[in-house]
């Protein structure tokens, strides 16, 4: 399923929650910052956990998506 952003941009959006996020986290996070990096202070995991859930083996929890929704939801 796709979705119109402004200026006639679209968005890939998925049934699986977890590839949704890890998209989302994508986009609000700042430039300079990298996504493990921020999952690894935020969530206290990790590296190799992190990315076990970067790459989709492990789905991210919903303590841990509510987490990372607070911590880029400022």
Do not use: W
Not at 5 to 33: R, Y
Not at 44 to 57: D, H, N, P, Q, S
Not at 60 to 66: G, H, I, N, S
Request: positive net charge; hydrophobic residues 45%.
């Amino acid at each position: 399923m796709f979705i119109i952003l402004k200026n006639n941009l679209f968005k890939l959006i998925t049934s699986d929650p977890n590839t949704n996020l890890i998209e989302a986290m994508k986009e609000k996070l700042p430039l300079k910052e990298k996504l493990a990096d921020m999952l690894m202070d935020t969530l206290y995991i990790g590296k190799e956990a992190v990315y076990r859930r970067l790459r989709g083996e492990v789905p991210f929890t919903l303590q841990e998506a509510a987490l990372v929704s607070r911590k880029l939801g400022k």
